[in-house]
């Protein structure tokens, strides 16, 4: 069974920089969509940024210009770099590949 799991979360500084890796069992470049979700304490789950199989590349308004999706198709891996972190940017992120979700890190902004 395809496997989604995320790493990377952590507590940091407001302005500070962290970067999420998201690796996949199975073939990254099989998925039609991966993307990075997150959801704050009493929110709903938001999409925060989308990579398409073809490399179309979407943001929220939120995190655009801070936040930057990658993958890396060698390893099955996909990123989210995220700088110039704010405390509203505190939540669990998910990842998503097609219908295949992780668990979850947890990141925390915070002085």
């Known amino acids: 069974q395809e496997e989604v799991v995320e790493s990377g979360g952590d507590l940091v500084q407001p302005g500070g920089s962290l970067k999420l890796t998201c690796t996949t069992s199975a073939n990254i470049t099989s998925f039609y969509v991966t993307s990075w979700y997150r959801q704050a304490p009493g929110k709903s789950r938001e999409l925060v940024a989308t990579i398409t199989q073809s490399d179309w590349v979407t943001y929220a308004d939120a995190v655009e210009d801070r936040f930057t999706i990658s993958r890396d198709i060698a390893s099955n891996t996909l990123y989210l770099q995220m700088n110039n972190l704010k405390p509203e940017d505190t939540a669990i992120y998910y990842c998503?590949?097609?219908?295949?979700w992780g668990q979850g890190t947890q990141v925390t902004v915070s002085s």
């Open positions: 998503a590949a097609d219908t295949k």
